[in-house]
């Protein structure tokens, strides 16, 4: 399994912007699929995005797409969330996975992070 630590996480004001980073152990990063999942307090995980091993391929949860993308650094073992007009209910704690391919469930992928706390204030 591979071992992920997210960071970038923090308090902003709606309308604004943050990047959320995923940095990733191992020498075969290239080869999972990464995702972002969030989960408010009392509310189930929910799928924010998704990205290929090779970066080609990228999927995103109704309620961000078009305000999130989704890149990686397979060179720098890291994937990013780019998150911009933000809203107070983005409001959640984001995590990093990985797994071997791509999807929007959380049991498609095999290792998490901890996850960072973004908040966004009205």
């Known amino acids: 399994q591979v071992q992920l630590v997210e960071s970038g996480g923090g308090l902003v004001q709606a309308g604004g912007s943050l990047r959320l980073s995923c940095a990733a152990s191992?020498?075969?990063?290239?080869?999972?699929?990464m995702g972002w999942f969030r989960q408010a307090p009392g509310k189930e995980r929910e799928f924010v995005a998704t990205?290929?091993?090779?970066?080609?391929?990228?999927d995103f949860g109704d309620s961000v797409k078009g305000r999130f993308t989704i890149s990686r650094g397979n060179a720098k073992n890291t994937v990013y969330l780019q998150m911009n007009s933000l809203k107070p209910e983005d409001t959640a704690v984001y995590y990093c996975?990985?797994?071997?391919?791509?999807?929007?469930?959380?049991?498609?992928?095999?290792?998490w992070g901890q996850g960072t706390q973004v908040t966004v204030s009205s």
């Open positions: 990205i290929s091993g090779s970066g080609g391929s990228t």
């Open positions: 191992g020498r075969t990063f290239s080869s999972y699929a």
């Open positions: 996975a990985a797994g071997g391919r791509s999807g929007r469930l959380p049991g498609t992928y095999t290792s």
